[in-house]
T-cell receptor, first 112, second 113 residues
Framework: DQQVKQNSPSLSVQEGRISILNCDYT??????FLWYKKYPAEGPTFLIS?????DKNEDGRFTVFLNKSAKHLSLHIVPSQPGDSAVYFC???????????FGAGTTVTVRA | NAGVTQTPKFQVLKTGQSMTLQCAQD?????MYWYRQDPGMGLRLIYY???????DKGEVPNGYNVSRLNKREFSLRLESAAPSQTSVYFC????????????FGSGTQLSVL
């Protein structure tokens, strides 16, 4: 059973607007969370992360929010740009472990 | 900067054939991983190697074997390929556990007919 779930397979947003990607997890032992971005024919690349001691982490246009009580995190992209069109994977893990669990991914399309 | 290099990029096999996917990293990372990506399933861990000389099973190890040849190289072997192993395979590496991010190779697209 998947421990990390991204329930929206796709998202279409107009350039300049906000993109909000959601992720839910079931394992209460997870204490760090990451987002990866993937372009076609390339490997995933790290985008942003957050540890369970925080509820928000910001890096430029990207902000990740963590709600531990709801076991939910979200990625906000503001403003969205055409180059943001990609598949975004949510991942989670335990800081003393070597394994990450990934969600199924959300395909973001930014319309001009 | 090469990072994580995977070979081959594409491969077509017949059911029952064997092959080895190669992976090498030049970042002096301790830990290496093999993932497979399938539509609707995301990335699933096949095997990992926390350090040179150790290997462990991930979520979906059946039908695969791995070898951590040295600190740089981590290979994935399919002894008798099956159509269910048609997938995109990614190798990744990281310097350790915890909050260390994974660096991925560009993937191998494998089709088993």
């Amino acid at each position: 059973d998947q421990q990390v779930k991204q329930n929206s397979p796709s998202l279409s947003v107009q350039e300049g607007r906000i993109s909000i990607l959601n992720c839910d997890y079931t394992n209460s032992m997870f204490d760090y969370f990451l987002w990866y971005k993937k372009y076609p024919a390339e490997g995933p690349t790290f985008l942003i992360s957050i540890s369970s001691i925080k509820d928000k982490n910001e890096d430029g246009r990207f902000t990740v929010f963590l709600n531990k009580s709801a076991k939910h995190l979200s990625l906000h992209i503001v403003p969205s740009q055409p180059g943001d069109s990609a598949v975004y994977f949510c991942a989670a893990g335990e800081s003393n472990d070597y394994k990450l669990s990934f969600g199924a991914g959300t395909t973001v399309t930014v319309r001009a | 900067n090469a990072g994580v290099t995977q070979t081959p990029k594409f491969q077509v096999l017949k059911t029952g054939q064997s092959m080895t996917l190669q992976c090498a990293q030049d970042m002096n990372h301790n830990s290496m991983y093999w993932y497979r990506q399938d539509p609707g399933m995301g990335l699933r861990l096949i095997y990992y190697s926390a350090s040179e000389g150790t290997t462990d099973k991930g979520e979906v190890p059946n039908g695969y074997n791995v070898s951590r040849l040295n600190k740089r190289e981590f290979s994935l072997r399919l002894e008798s390929a099956a159509p269910s192993q048609t997938s995109v395979y990614f190798c990744a590496s990281t310097s350790g556990t915890g909050y260390e991010k994974l660096f991925f190779g560009s993937g191998t697209q494998l089709s088993v007919l």
